[in-house]
């Protein structure tokens, strides 16, 4: 019996996100919220590559270790699942585009600074449940995580946290264009 490196993205990104937070609690450095974290509403600068960077950096970048597991322990258990079904390619392009478009709306509507993977955890749990359909077909596992998620993400927006349920919502929606888009496997 022999270990398999069985879902190259998602073990690659898990190690790298846990890498840049043991790396910057070591060192002492805080190079995740210079590299890794979207600036919010007018303090993204146009002009600076690295804000740029950040649009898709800061889905690795955690602010704690329980941050960090808290979304790891889901993508590790889902990620390999989609990777099987999509290809490393298709769900590395999914992510991209999730952390992309969440990084953008983040620096020009809101105030607060964005970092983490939940947006993409998110995106992953709606997009499971499209696992085994076929064409035509609408899961109803997809409606009930539909319902849960969104009234769980409508309750935790009404409280003051440091959780962005905007990256939640922005990674639940497309998820689900994903899941009825059907990608196909690279």
Same mark, same amino acid.
């Given at each position: 019996m022999r270990i398999k490196y069985n879902a190259p993205l998602t073990l690659t990104f898990a190690l790298t996100a846990s890498a840049l937070i043991l790396i910057d609690q070591i060192t002492g450095s805080h #190079?995740?919220?210079?590299? #890794?974290? @979207?600036p919010g509403k007018g303090m993204f600068n146009t002009y600076?590559? @690295?804000d740029w960077m950040t649009l898709f950096t800061h889905c690795l970048g955690h602010s704690s270790w329980e941050h960090l597991l808290g979304n790891m322990t889901l993508m590790l258990l889902i990620g390999p699942i989609l +990777? +099987?079904?999509?290809g490393s390619l298709?769900? #590395?392009f999914m992510i991209f585009i999730t952390a992309v478009v969440t990084g953008l709306l983040n620096a020009f509507l809101f105030s607060t600074a964005l970092l983490g993977a939940s947006g993409i955890v998110f995106m992953m749990i709606l997009l499971i449940s499209f696992t085994n359909t076929k064409n035509g077909e609408i899961p109803l596992s997809f409606i009930?995580?539909?319902i849960l998620y969104l009234s769980v993400e409508i309750i935790n927006a009404m409280r003051y946290d440091d959780i962005s349920q905007f990256a939640h919502i922005i990674g639940g929606i497309f998820g689900s264009l994903f899941g009825f888009l059907r990608p196909r496997k690279h």
């Open positions: #190079f995740i919220p210079t590299y #890794f974290m @979207v600076d590559w @690295v +990777e +099987e079904k999509y298709t769900l #590395f009930l995580i539909l």
